[in-house]
């Protein structure tokens, strides 16, 4: 429960000191959270991530929800600083980040974790 709290926390922070964090993501017919995406600043750059419900998984919905969070909120001065990190087993996130722009950057080493750093290039 403190690490919930303090996680929102950084969301509220982040959108008065830099108008953007993560967004709760909600299914339109029914209004349920469904999970959150969006973008924070990270010691690596500016982070774009997402986490969804398990019954969220494989529907489309992280590419659905990604696609209009970037649209919407990456504005070409922070574009040159959004990145992605994954754990190079996730498949299902790396195809998500492909999906929607995303190109492999490096290997790195983070919080003690092997993973993969995408950017998010200028079309």
């Known amino acids: 429960m ?8 950084e969301n509220i922070a982040s959108y008065s ?16 959270f469904l ?15 997402y986490r969804f419900l398990p019954s969220c998984w494989g529907k ?11 649209g919407k909120g990456v504005s070409e001065d922070l574009r040159e600083k959004v990145v992605a990190i994954v754990l190079p087993e996730n498949k299902a996130s790396i195809t998500v980040l492909h999906n ?3 190109r492999w950057l490096e290997n790195m080493k983070i919080y ?12």
Request: proline share 2%; with cysteine.
């Open 17 to 32: 000191k830099n108008g953007y964090g993560r967004y709760a993501i909600r299914d339109k017919s029914t209004n349920e």
């Open 35 to 49: 999970g959150i995406c969006g973008f924070l600043n990270e010691s690596y750059g500016v982070d774009f991530g």
């Open 60 to 70: 489309g919905i992280a590419t659905e929800a990604a696609l209009a969070v970037i």
């Open 100 to 102: 929607v722009g995303f």
């Open 112 to 123: 003690g974790f092997n993973v993969e750093k995408y950017t998010l290039p200028f079309d």
């Open 2 to 9: 403190e690490e919930t709290k303090e996680y929102l926390s």
